[in-house]
């Protein structure tokens, strides 16, 4: 059975992850707009009512490329050495399937990726699936240059 969760945990994780989604917004998709590889990207919006996200918005941006591809990019953080699938959530999940270019950019501790969403190596230990940051090596970002060039 899980521990429940620490007093607080669930509003510093959401504050990680604003964090995480205002640096790809940022540093990888206005310097990607600007030189011209994305047209326009746009944030998608969960629905909040005062604190509390009441429902899920899918993609945290949706983008169009410059040759007209349209793109979904979900954001997720975490100080664990291991990210689990089971924080991608449903909604999530469908929409990043629909979208034929569809990616993860995913922050493990200090490490950054872009990962495609169809491409990651998904690993079962028990019952769930994880990944590390050892097994997304080939898609790690260390400036905006390389989510360019993901």
Not at 20 to 48: C, D, I, M, N, Y
Not at 69 to 91: G, H, M, P, W
Request: with cysteine; proline share 4%.
């Amino acid at each position: 059975m899980s521990k429940p969760a620490k007093p607080g945990a669930r509003r510093k994780s959401q504050q990680k992850g604003a964090q995480w989604e205002r640096f790809v917004s940022e540093q990888w998709l206005q310097r990607l707009k600007a030189v011209g590889v994305l047209t326009a990207f746009h944030k998608l919006e969960p629905v909040k009512v005062g604190d509390r996200f009441t429902k899920d918005a899918g993609a945290d941006f949706v983008c169009c490329t410059s040759s007209g591809r349209y793109l979904a990019i979900e954001c997720k953080a975490t100080d664990q050495n291991r990210f689990k699938r089971s924080e991608v959530s449903q909604v999530q999940t469908e929409h990043l399937d629909a979208v034929p270019l569809s990616f993860l950019a995913l922050r493990i501790g200090a490490e950054m990726f872009l990962v495609p969403w169809r491409e990651i190596p998904w690993e079962t230990l028990k019952t769930a699936e994880s990944v590390t940051a050892d097994r997304l090596r080939a898609w790690e970002v260390r400036s905006w240059m390389g989510a360019r060039e993901c």
